[in-house]
């Protein structure tokens, strides 16, 4: 099902019994729903209290009263309501009419996204069959028609969009049969909150260890217990994308006339960098050094891994000199750490980091990232391995700052090599 479970549905209507046929459907289906009576300002939410909440949303597009207001205070009404309902986080999201004068009105509504509010329009506005379920005097008519369905096929014109919307029910299931597979044991015991405590805390143990667990906060208690239950569910949700049953698939297409489409090295950075960086201790957190006096020690990298030394001069022009803390994550958060581990590296922009490109040394002691965009330029994360190191604490300075985060993947992909690196044995054989 395309439709979100995750109550991730809207409805703004004026009139309730005009809404009650979507109101029956997504109840009988037990689909989640917010209803926001639009002609009553205490259902609305306060401007801006909610952020990305509401997927699809069915708009009546007159909120005043049955006859035929003018244009300009239909837009007035719509622009007070939706600007309180929608926020600017709130993307992406579909708007289907559940209106019976959509052709008087839908050009005010797209008036408004054009304009007013531009910073809150939909990724699309869609028709649908209001007039219907209702008679011109406004009583509901029994119909064949499978709303249900019908609104499945409307969400089904964007496959993109109708993937997505699957891809988060598949997280909501998952999250659900993960809160079921380890709290359900309900009837086993005389008081699940005391059953469920236990679990809690073990939960907490499991990630943390016993003797960092005694010493945490009540706040760190329970941030280790979801933590492992974010393990438990990343494995629930993989094999359930894994078995889950696709019907009717698309083959997504790009038209060769299409524009303004992300670039590679916008999406990378979107796959291998997260903008959150702090703490500035964090497993992953990449640290620009600012401090011209360790230009020599960066240069002397920067020879080292260097092998096409003509290009040294322009990589210098718009290199960042990093510190990537590549410390393991359980360290970090069982309180374990007595060193921070640090590889000393480099940002350097993406023409010069090609592949084949034979620019920088190709062994087991450089590794060079894939290219991301930042700072409005694409860079990739140079290492040298033999530039490993350790420090007791890492503080903030006005020489260094954190920059970015490498997301798991990446940081997992750089530990492995580095451990690599540090341990080759070799093999005793004889010719």
């Known amino acids: ?102 052709n008087d009105y839908s ?36 119909n064949s028609l499978d709303l249900l369905k019908e609104i499945q096929n409307v969400l089904s014109k964007d496959p993109a969009y109708s993937y997505l919307l699957n891809w988060e029910n598949n997280i909501h299931i998952s999250a659900d049969k993960t809160v079921q597979e380890i709290f359900s044991s ?45 393990i438990v569910f990343n494995d629930t949700i993989e094999n359930h994308t894994a078995k889950s049953e696709l019907n009717n698939i698309q083959l997504l297409t790009v038209p060769s006339t299409a524009k303004n489409l992300d670039t590679v090295f ?7 960098i997260s903008d959150e960086n702090k703490p500035l201790s964090y497993s992953g957190t990449v640290i620009e050094l600012l401090d011209v006096n360790s230009n020599i020690a960066f240069e002397k990298l920067l020879d080292r891994i260097l092998q ?29 750490l007595v060193y921070h581990r640090i590889i000393s590296g480099l940002l350097i922009e993406e023409s010069f980091t090609k592949r084949n490109s034979k620019i920088f040394y190709d062994n087991e002691s450089i590794f060079i990232s894939p290219s991301f965009t930042y700072d409005n330029k694409n860079y990739s994360i140079v290492l040298d391995f033999k530039e490993f190191f350790t420090k007791s604490a890492i503080g903030h300075s006005k020489n260094r700052k954190a920059v970015f985060r490498v997301r798991q993947q990446l940081l997992a992909e750089i530990q492995s090599k580095l451990s690599r690196h540090v341990n080759r044995q070799g093999v005793l054989f004889l010719t």
């Open 266 to 272: 916008n999406i990378n950075k979107k796959l291998l």
């Open 308 to 336: 096409n030394k003509g290009k040294k001069a322009d990589i210098q022009k718009s290199w960042k000199k990093i510190w990537l803390n590549v410390t393991p994550l359980c360290d970090t958060v069982q309180g374990k």
């Open 186 to 230: 309900y009837h086993n015991f005389d008081n699940w909150s005391h059953n469920a405590n236990h679990l809690i805390n073990k939960l907490g143990i499991s990630y943390a260890g016993v003797a960092t667990y005694k010493g945490f906060k009540p706040e760190d208690k329970l941030k280790s217990g979801y933590s492992a239950l974010n």
């Open 107 to 142: 050009e005010a509504l797209e008036e408004l996204f054009e304009k007013e509010l531009k910073d809150r329009a939909p990724i699309s506005i869609q028709k649908f069959i209001k007039s219907n379920f209702f008679a011109l005097n406004g009583d509901e008519i029994e």
């Open 1 to 102: 099902m395309n439709i979100p479970l995750n109550g991730r549905v809207a409805i703004i209507e004026n009139e309730l019994k005009e809404a009650m046929p979507l109101m029956r459907t997504f109840s009988k289906n037990q689909i989640p729903y917010v209803f926001y009576k639009g002609d009553d300002v205490t259902f609305l939410p306060d401007d801006n209290s909610r952020f990305n909440d509401i997927r699809v949303l069915f708009l009546d597009l007159n909120l005043i009263d049955k006859s035929k207001p003018t244009t300009k205070k239909v837009k007035s009404v719509l622009y007070s309501v939706l600007k309180k309902v929608i926020s600017k986080d709130n993307y992406p999201y579909t708007i289907i009419y559940w209106s019976k004068q959509e």
